[in-house]
């Protein structure tokens, strides 16, 4: 079978290169005695591209009224949103925004969702 992400990095990551991302990934919750409940979280580190969003995007965002500073990324890995029937919470990515700070971004909105890779919409924290 062929990689078509492979490929495709390959060639988009000559003009944008690859940048390392911390996944924050949701594993649920700890429910306390008191009923106080606790995220749970393990984390990654994986290379993906970052994006500025299209224009179907920016529309599909604002339908949804998502605010704030937003990026696609692509990565690989499967990357979630909100699951509530899971009892999940958002996954968090961290990566470096355009002054260099490393920043929380929230996972809003999954696009696309394949074997091999994702592509997700997040929101800067």
């Given amino acids: 079978m062929i990689d078509v992400h492979a490929l495709a990095n390959r060639a988009t990551s000559l003009v944008n290169p ?34 500025g969003l299209t224009s179907e995007d920016l529309r599909q965002t604002d339908g949804l009224n998502i605010s704030g500073v937003k990026r696609s990324v692509i990565l690989r890995g499967d990357v979630e949103a909100l699951v509530r029937a899971d009892g999940k919470g958002g996954d968090v990515l961290q990566f470096r925004d355009s002054a260099g700070t490393v920043r929380d971004w929230l996972v809003v909105l999954v696009q696309e969702t394949w074997p091999t890779w994702c592509r997700v919409i997040v929101v800067q924290q």
């Fill in 18 to 51: 690859n940048v390392p991302i911390t996944w924050v990934r949701s594993t649920g919750y700890t429910t306390a005695g008191d009923g106080s409940r606790t995220p749970t979280t393990n984390s990654a580190t994986l290379a993906g591209q970052v994006q």
